[in-house]
């Protein structure tokens, strides 16, 4: 994919880093950056939360980490205490964005959260404070394209905590905001989609929708010509896949249903030749 990338970036040489303030916010004319922690300390043995969240200018976009054909969605370093560990990033569903020339992009536009989560391990002394710090670069685009970073620190408390760590007020809602929008896992019991891949075809049954999208992970196996065939006005959806060794066919499906205030979001975990009620676990 990213067949259009090199023209982009080429376009965004030129650009300005967002300004960073060394605490936990960074600004540019297009994207206002910041990341939050969901409680007021680390605790020994806890997970916590963080949240990078990106207020994004009217008109303009940034990425999601699927199968692009330009763009580059948020990269995330973070640098961790001894004894914290990350683990995988929790990414809201986007939406599609086509372009000239049959391309094919999935964006954010107006806000984009994504959530880490940070597990610290029982070894970690209570008493004293932790620094977490990251470097985040990312692409926004309206009808040119540029690339921004910025750099967070945020420090607090390492506290002993049972049952759990206070939630901070001031963050309560980013955090709820962004949890509505995270695609859900398939239940295994009654799932609301049915998924077939064999060899080189994929089928979504989606019993009551009226429409079917798939959003194709970067990571996964590549789907054929998604811009005209991951996506259906209907309750049943299926496209071609090219195979590869030790690739899943990972990403999103969302759902439309009549009457519905909002779509279903899914996220699909599916090895060749099993369904989704079978694979789709961590």
């Known amino acids: 994919m990213f067949r259009s990338f090199l023209a982009l970036l080429a376009a965004c040489l030129a650009a300005k880093p967002a300004q960073a303030d060394p605490a936990h916010a960074g600004a540019s004319p297009n994207v206002k950056a910041r990341m939050l922690a969901e409680t007021l300390a680390f605790a020994p043995g806890k997970r916590t939360h963080l949240a990078f969240h990106f207020d994004i200018a009217e008109n303009w976009h940034m990425y999601w980490r699927g199968q692009n054909d330009s763009g580059m969605p948020p990269q995330i370093d973070l640098t961790l205490p001894d004894g914290f560990k990350a ?25 984009l959260t994504v959530i880490v989560p940070i597990d610290v391990a029982m070894s970690v002394r209570a008493g ?9 670069e990312w692409m926004v685009c309206d009808d040119v394209c540029v690339l921004e970073d910025a750099e967070f620190a945020l420090t607090l408390p390492v506290r002993d905590a049972a049952p759990s760590v206070e939630i901070d007020p001031a963050n309560a809602k980013v955090f709820a905001e962004a949890r509505a929008r995270l695609p859900k896992p398939l239940p295994k019991d009654d799932p609301p989609v049915k998924i077939d891949w064999t060899a080189s075809d994929v089928v979504i049954d989606a019993r009551g929708a009226t429409q079917v999208t798939f959003y194709p992970d970067e990571d996964g196996v590549e789907v054929q010509s998604p811009i005209t065939s991951a996506t259906a006005k ?19 499906v969302e759902l439309h249903r009549e009457g519905a205030a909002r779509p279903e979001t899914y996220t699909v975990d599916v090895a060749p030749g099993v369904g989704a009620e079978r694979s789709n676990e961590p």
């Open 87 to 111: 683990a995988s990033a929790q990414w809201p569903a986007p939406k599609r964005h086509t372009l000239p020339g049959g391309l094919l992009d999935h964006v954010y536009d107006t806000t």
């Open 234 to 252: 209907a309750a049943r959806l299926a496209f071609k896949v090219r195979p590869a060794p030790g690739k899943r066919l990972l990403g999103i």
């Open 128 to 136: 004293g404070e932790a620094t977490v710090s990251a470097r985040v």
